[in-house]
């Protein structure tokens, strides 16, 4: 068991490029979760995947994000275009399905924008 | 919608001290509440599940509690050392949806 890996750790970028980001989960996890974290606040959910489907998005995941995890392993976030307002830590976290399955978390990507 | 908060936000603590931190939450329609530590800069660690249908789970020096139709839980720390300074996250979880987060408890134990 590996954990959760986050790659990369740090990304400073322009206002307006586009960024993606990478977790590998735990390898026998078929769930994945991407979380928001802002200074001082709790994770704020994204999105989550069972296996290859995307079984649901927040709200707070405008059309600039888009997510995919093409084989129900590793997951990819992409933001296109991106604001100030992105700057964030992103969290990643994996688990088994099924009730009093304990998530896992990755150290994140902690994303500033210029 | 479920909401958690977390009480105190701020906690510091001289070495040795037994403290008790706070998590509250709307809907009691849960399968069980994750404790989380997180350093600075870092991820969540877990430290504790406690099942809806348990009163309280323990690992180490650590204790949780939770009355689930009350919307409560209670982290205790006995003994706490200055290697437990952190962020204390608490997570309801109600199954199929994500976990939801309060702010967090900044606990400081000074040596």
């Known amino acids: 068991d590996t954990g959760v890996s986050q790659d990369p750790r740090h990304k400073i970028t322009k206002r307006g490029q586009n960024v993606t980001f990478r977790c590998d989960p735990i390898?026998?996890?078929?769930?994945l979760y991407w979380y928001r974290q802002t200074l001082g606040q709790g994770p704020e959910f994204l999105t989550y995947f069972q296996n290859e489907a995307q079984l649901e998005k927040s709200r707070l995941l405008s059309d600039r994000f888009s997510a995919e995890r093409p084989k129900g392993s590793f997951s990819t976030l992409e933001i296109q275009r991106t604001e100030q307002g992105d700057s964030a830590m992103y969290l990643c976290a994996s688990s088994q399905s099924g009730s009093n399955q304990p998530q896992h978390f990755g150290d994140g990507t902690r994303l500033s924008i210029l | 919608k479920q909401e958690v908060t977390q009480i105190p936000a701020a906690l510091s603590v001289p070495e040795g001290e037994n403290l008790v931190l706070n998590c509250s939450f709307t809907d009691s329609a849960i399968y069980n509440l994750q404790w989380f530590r997180q350093d600075p800069g870092k991820g969540l660690t877990s430290l504790l599940l406690?099942?809806?249908?348990?009163r309280e789970q323990t690992s180490g020096r650590l204790n949780a509690s939770l009355d689930k139709s009350s919307g409560r839980s209670t982290l205790y720390i006995a003994a706490s050392q200055p290697g437990d300074s952190a962020t204390y996250l608490c997570a309801p979880d109600s199954g199929n949806t994500p976990l939801v987060f309060g702010k967090g408890t900044r606990l400081s134990v000074i040596a």
């Open positions: 390898s026998e996890h078929n769930r």
């Open positions: 406690i099942q809806s249908s348990q």
